[in-house]
């Protein structure tokens, strides 16, 4: 069976992709304390604007999907890296 004859799932909601993304938190949680936007908040901002562009771009969004996936990834990457060298140089 090829892509085109598989069933397409119907989308998430905000609120449902925000659960979906909110309990991928659970095991490396985040300090929501010092933020001035609430878990939930946050979740749902991000969660629409990540329904919005995959619901927006046609034929391609997958590949527009993995590569803002993959950026968000590398973003995470180098913000860890740097509070890592800020936390040895603070010692």
Not at 47 to 62: F, K, N, V
């Amino acid at each position: 069976m090829n892509d085109n004859n598989k069933p397409k799932l119907p989308l998430p909601t905000v609120q449902q992709l925000a659960q979906i993304s909110m309990a991928a938190e659970e095991g490396d949680p985040f300090d929501w304390g010092s933020l001035k936007i609430d878990k939930q908040a946050a979740y749902e901002l991000m969660a629409s604007h990540a329904l919005e562009l995959y619901a927006t771009q046609g034929p391609y969004r997958d590949v527009i999907l993995l590569s803002s996936l993959t950026k968000s990834i590398v973003e995470n990457f180098i913000l860890n890296l740097k509070l890592e060298q800020y936390e040895k140089q603070s010692k």
